[in-house]
């Protein structure tokens, strides 16, 4: 009795919703639901024009690049500090300011990116009083523009707190230090300790988060719409975009692109749950 | 030299945005090119006083976060008991989807079916919607509950003749509190930070604090949207303050 509750339960708000979401979208991109007055009858144009389409395309290798590059870069800063952290952490325990970082929405931190780095910005006037620019129009542009630097600082800034954190975690309880210690007693680089010693405990350890951060990123939604260019959006944007369009002929390109995404996800997933229980039996 | 001073750069860094935002959230305006906005006061209680602004959506934004948290929580939690049987990594996998999908597009997808439920643009309809997030996340959390220990201690229970439902309750519920606590958090923060899929299922009828701070940010009315982002931001700092410290290893 339990397991079945349980067992309805679970289909009622877990697979139900990605399922009866996805054939949805499948449907309508197949041309199998009318939209409006249209009658339902089986087309591939739209699938063809999405991947025709040069600007849809860009859209999700924009998207894989800015989330692999920001995962990258807060990777990247978090490994950096870790090792003149560790030094000056006697203890097991991190001060509370280190968490703050995790208490920030992406909205939220979308508007301090905004009020940071736009033109009018806190750094742009701290350059005007150093005397290094003119005025506010000489300031980079680095909100709305074309490349998406505020959005792909935003990113990083949300993520290396969170990874800095990980990171300490695990060479803490690893006790890096010690085999640290060991390592370059036995005569090992600086260079070779940190190939062979801290990125396999920090950073292979803590793969399958990396990884789920990643799918967050592919996923970014208020921070470039706030933050982003019009040239190239990221897929959640693009595809709210064409099924909020007027036009009844984009909403099913909008559909399959997102039933695209959805299965993309699905089996970038599937390689998270091997990864994590390979983990778990390990 | 540079090392010496990492921690406290990095202090600086964390606390600039919330230094930022509570400067500009407590300004009159702010003039190109000074640094410092101009204090006002007034423009504070003005925000508190009115009824469409400031307090309104803080209190929506707390009911839903409540309600989304526990009622996920509670479920997931219920749920997660499958995992005792064999189809453990098929349910973990079914639940990462709408765990990793952008909520705006899972959103979008199911949005027909709630205008024809008539849950698009309700409370109902938003909360409805977070739950088919926050109850995977649950779920996944519960995953490493369900070890060697608890699964004979779920056997032992059973020799002794509880039901399923006393064993969870009575067995395994005070045992998995703490972890039930840390969800229930974690959702609270969820619901309380979630942007597209709120904005997507409510149609901007609900509007809480998210909703808010974009509509200010996009306005460029930077004192308000600033107003709106302290509000946000304020719960989770003081309980960083309350907590102070944090055990990040066992030795």
């Known amino acids: ?282 | 030299m540079m090392r010496k001073y990492t921690p406290w750069m990095l202090m600086l860094f964390f606390l600039a945005p919330i230094l930022l935002i509570t400067l500009l959230a407590f300004s009159g305006s702010w003039v190109y090119p000074s640094i410092l906005p101009s204090f006002d006061s007034d423009r504070w209680m003005e925000f508190l006083g009115s009824s469409s602004l400031g307090i309104k959506p803080f209190l929506i934004s707390t009911v839903l976060a409540v309600l989304v948290s526990l009622l996920s929580a509670s479920i997931g939690f219920f749920t997660s008991y499958l995992l005792t049987g064999k189809a453990r990594n098929w349910l973990l996998w079914l639940c990462l989807i709408p765990f990793c999908t952008a909520p705006v597009i899972l959103a979008a997808n199911f949005q027909y079916f709630f205008i024809l439920l008539h849950l698009s643009a309700s409370t109902v309809g938003v909360i409805i919607a977070q739950l088919f997030i926050g109850v995977p996340y649950t779920f996944l959390l519960f995953s490493t509950y369900w070890n060697e220990e608890q699964l004979t201690m779920d056997t032992a229970a059973k020799t002794l003749g509880a039901t399923p439902f006393t064993r969870l309750l009575r067995v395994h519920f005070p045992a998995a509190k703490s972890l039930f606590t840390i969800a229930v958090i974690q959702l609270f923060l969820f619901s309380w930070f979630e942007y597209g899929m709120t904005q997507y299922i409510g149609v901007g009828q609900l509007k809480t604090l998210t909703v808010e701070v974009f509509k200010y940010t996009q306005e460029g009315n930077t004192t308000v949207a600033a107003l709106a982002s302290l509000l946000l931001i304020l719960p989770p700092f003081i309980a960083i303050l309350v907590i102070r410290k944090v055990r990040i290893a066992h030795a």
């Open chain 1, 1 to 282: 009795m339990t397991r079945t509750l349980a067992k309805a339960l679970f289909i009622l708000f877990v697979v139900i919703p990605s399922f009866l979401g996805l054939s949805y979208a499948l449907g309508v991109s197949f041309g199998l639901i009318g939209l409006g007055n249209g009658a339902p009858s089986f087309t591939l144009s739209h699938w063809e024009v999405m991947f025709s389409e040069g600007r849809l395309m860009k859209s999700i290798g924009y998207t894989i690049l800015l989330a692999a590059s920001a995962i990258a870069g807060a990777a990247l800063i978090a490994l950096g500090l870790l090792s003149p952290l560790l030094k000056r952490m006697p203890g097991n325990t991190l001060p509370w300011f280190y968490f703050v970082p995790l208490g920030i929405p992406p909205i939220v931190a979308a508007f301090f990116t905004f009020s940071a780095l736009a033109n009018t910005g806190l750094l742009s006037r701290i350059a005007v009083k150093l005397g290094m620019i003119p005025d506010a129009s000489s300031f980079p542009i680095l909100i709305n523009d074309e490349l998406g630097i505020g959005v792909w600082l935003t990113h990083v800034m949300l993520a290396f707190p969170f990874f800095l954190i990980l990171f300490l975690s695990s060479a803490k309880t690893q006790e890096v230090h010690r085999l640290r210690e060991t390592a370059s007693s036995l005569g090992a680089s600086s260079a070779y300790i940190l190939r062979k010693v801290i990125r396999p405990i920090v950073i292979r350890k803590n793969a399958p988060l990396l990884i789920i951060w990643f799918i967050f990123v592919l996923g970014t939604y208020e921070i470039p719409l706030l933050l982003g260019g019009q040239k190239i959006r990221p897929v959640a944007l693009v595809i709210i975009d064409k099924m909020r369009g007027y036009s009844l002929a984009t909403i099913p390109e909008g559909y399959a692109m997102s039933a695209f995404y959805a299965v993309f996800i699905m089996a970038l997933s599937f390689l998270l749950v091997k990864l994590i229980s390979r983990r778990y039996d390990a």
